[in-house]
């Protein structure tokens, strides 16, 4: 072999005797690997890091960014502890999710981690702390600071917020019972069946019952009611009907009719012909200390309503004065809580003046024509024009038809045009039952209708019931 041929291999890198038939191969030789990268061991575990503010400020350390960039990586070079037992999700065990174990605490069976092996060279900065870890403020595990999810002495869930009794809803527990009805094709399917199919009260039933309710609502202190209208429309029929409504579906109360017409009134023969007593014999009176005392001064009927009559005999004739008054009635304010004032048709009189100061609520009755309902415009006009426009938004309409032969279309326009002030309107039809002379005993007596409409005329007067002591309210 010629010397250019040794020159050719040992260009091409030939290494291997020449006798042998070896060539290298064409590819250049892998580069080395390159050196590894020196890793500082980590901080002991009692390891407090100093407050940066206290350190003065220094250059970044490359060995301590080294082993940030260490910190920063994910642990999946250390082993996982086995998982830890918990009750199924959503059972009243179950103590929601807990945050991983920190390196410091070790596993949840009291493992430590597996550690990286130790390096010549250590960490001389201080170790930054990462969030989730014990020491850090507003995290859990920190002394100082509630036990939240975190580990603690007792890892359960919050007790429910509100109370225990009041989410045992006996609605949700105990079925609702129908109220069997009173009338009509409900209660002939109820009594033919015997009971078995209840269909429940109807609509009609359903609203009365609501206003039922009304009339019972709460009454602090006194509620006095004045009836008001022109002579022959009804007054003393509206007052004594309305008081009686009163003291059926307000047994706990004592409600007395006053009679304060001063040209003859007839509310007493009304109620109780049979009553003596009347408002001198109430004022002259020293020794009324009981409600029996007061009891032998007037008289009721079946109903339950009181009645303190005026001046029944035409041959004695005494006049009314409002110191009489005044003083009859605040004796019987003692004792009753709701009077029903049934005024005279003269509003100019010094009683009717002495009445419109101590009203809670008024009645105007009107009857169902032009006549009736012009001297009703009137009156509301003369209210108005002294002042009492407090009253008159406590006011009710009373279109009462007494000898039935209203016109149903008068009667609409009426309540139209009434109404249209903001007055609330009632229209009573007739009744043989409230004929002129009559007593009226029981409501249950009258018809349906008429039931119904005096039953809505108290639920109006119901609404405006004073819920705090009345003593020092302003009646006006």
């Known amino acids: 072999m010629t010397d250019r041929d040794d020159a050719l291999r040992r260009k091409l890198g030939w290494t291997g005797p020449e006798e042998t038939d070896f060539e290298p191969a064409a590819t250049e030789p892998e580069p080395p690997p390159p050196p590894k990268r020196q890793v500082p061991s980590r901080p002991p575990v009692d390891f407090v890091a100093p407050d940066p503010a206290d350190s003065p400020a220094s250059t970044p350390d490359p060995v301590q960014s080294s082993y940030r960039e260490q910190q920063d990586r994910p642990a999946g070079g250390f082993r996982q502890p086995p998982p830890r037992y918990a009750p199924p999700a959503g059972s009243p065990r179950d103590p929601g999710p807990l945050p991983a174990p920190s390196r410091s605490e070790g596993g949840p069976w009291g493992q430590q981690p597996e550690r990286a092996p130790a390096r010549p060279q250590r960490a001389t900065g201080p170790a930054p702390q990462q969030p989730g870890q014990p020491g850090q403020p507003g995290q859990p595990g920190q002394p100082g600071q509630p036990w939240g999810t975190g580990y603690g002495p007792d890892d359960r869930a919050a007790a429910p917020s509100g109370s225990y009794a009041d989410r045992i809803r006996a609605d949700d527990l105990v079925p609702a019972r129908r109220i069997p009805p009173s009338r009509g094709w409900r209660l002939a399917v109820y009594r033919a069946t015997f009971g078995t199919v209840n269909l429940g009260q109807g609509p009609d039933e359903i609203r009365q019952a609501e206003l039922e309710a009304r009339i019972k609502s709460v009454l602090r202190g006194h509620y006095k009611i004045g009836v008001m209208g022109k002579g022959g429309v009804g007054k003393t029929t509206v007052s004594a009907s309305v008081g009686s409504v009163f003291a059926e579906l307000r047994q706990d109360d004592r409600v007395v009719a ?27 009176d020293q020794h009324l200390e009981t409600f029996a005392d007061i009891r032998s001064r007037v008289g009721n009927n079946a109903a339950g309503l009181f009645v303190l009559a005026g001046e029944g005999t035409p041959a004695r004739r005494r006049v009314l004065d409002p110191a009489i008054y005044r003083e009859a009635t605040s004796r019987l304010d003692r004792y009753f809580s709701i009077s029903i004032v049934d005024c005279s048709s003269t509003m100019d009189t010094p009683v009717t003046q002495e009445v419109l100061r101590d009203l809670d609520a008024l009645i105007v009755v009107s009857s169902p024509w032009v006549d009736g309902a012009a001297a009703a415009g009137q009156t509301m006009d003369w209210l108005a024009a002294r002042g009492l426009t407090s009253l008159l938004q406590r006011t009710v309409i009373v279109l009462n038809d007494s000898d039935g032969h209203a016109d149903k279309r008068t009667r609409s326009i009426l309540a139209q045009q009434f109404s249209s002030q903001g007055q609330v309107v009632v229209e009573v039809p007739f009744d043989g039952h409230l004929r002129p002379g009559g007593v009226i005993d029981r409501t249950a007596e009258m018809s349906h209708a008429t039931r119904r409409r005096f039953i809505e005329i108290a639920a109006a007067l119901a609404s405006h019931f004073p819920t705090q002591d009345d003593r020092s309210r302003d009646r006006h």
């Open 258 to 284: 006053i009679d304060a017409d001063t040209a003859f009134g007839k509310l007493g023969s009304r109620v109780d012909p049979k009553a003596q007593g009347s408002y001198w014999e109430l004022a002259a």
